[in-house]
């Protein structure tokens, strides 16, 4: 899922789901945005994933990834994600999260 029509669709199955305010999937995809231009990666796909019905995480997989130091990235972007999520306020009663990992390969 990369194109807006299913970044919409995304935004709307998570929102009826959880029931999370608008505002506060807005700042948690900015957020994630911000990093991914930061570390100048591209998703080559953008998942939700939901556990027992009640946990729900935004997955975004990262394709460019051949080398330790490009997982090295992926662990730093996790760790940056991790401290502007615990810095927004707005995002305190989030029940959604969000997480980059590289592409699976099957």
Same mark, same amino acid.
């Given at each position: ?29 900015? =957020? ?8 100048? *990666?591209?998703?080559? #796909?953008?998942? @939700?994933?939901?556990?027992?019905? %009640? ?18 990235? =992926? ?8 401290? *502007?999520?615990?810095? #927004?306020?707005? @995002?305190?009663?989030?029940?959604? %999260? ?9």
């Amino acid at each position: 899922m990369t194109g807006y029509s299913s970044l919409k669709q995304l935004i709307t199955e998570i929102k009826t789901i959880t029931d999370c305010p608008r505002s506060q999937l807005h700042s948690l995809a900015t =957020i994630c945005s911000n990093i991914l231009k930061k570390y100048n *990666q591209k998703p080559c #796909s953008i998942k @939700l994933e939901i556990q027992a019905g %009640i946990y729900c995480a935004i997955s975004i997989a990262i394709d460019d990834i051949n080398d330790v130091n490009d997982i090295d990235s =992926i662990v730093n972007m996790n760790f940056e994600l991790s401290e *502007q999520v615990a810095a #927004s306020t707005d @995002l305190d009663s989030c029940p959604v %999260i969000a997480v980059f990992h590289p592409k699976l390969i099957k």
